[in-house]
């Protein structure tokens, strides 16, 4: 899934990633709060979910996000 995420993040930011869990989305990936909501909009869409509004709030790092896309496959 990590692999699938770094997919993602690539494609979302045109950069070379090498993610790690414990990255923070605004810190370590210089993602602002628009950036982060179009990036989970973009992961519903390749993973074929839904991100609630409340789990949103909850994920600071990648591990998070990773959490919940493991959760739900």
């Known amino acids: 899934m ?3 995420l770094q997919a993602l ?3 979302f930011t ?3 990633i ?3 869990a414990d990255m923070l989305f605004s810190t370590d990936l210089g993602l602002d709060s628009y950036d982060f ?3 989970l909009g973009h992961a519903e869409e390749r993973f074929d ?3 609630s509004d409340r789990a949103a709030m ?3 790092t990648v591990g ?3 959490n919940y896309l493991e959760q739900l496959k």
């Open 49 to 51: 979910i839904t991100i």
């Open 37 to 39: 909501i179009a990036l």
């Open 2 to 4: 990590l692999e699938q």
């Open 14 to 16: 045109g950069n070379e």
């Open 9 to 11: 993040l690539r494609e």
């Open 64 to 66: 998070d996000l990773l």
């Open 18 to 20: 090498v993610l790690r």
């Open 58 to 60: 909850g994920m600071v």
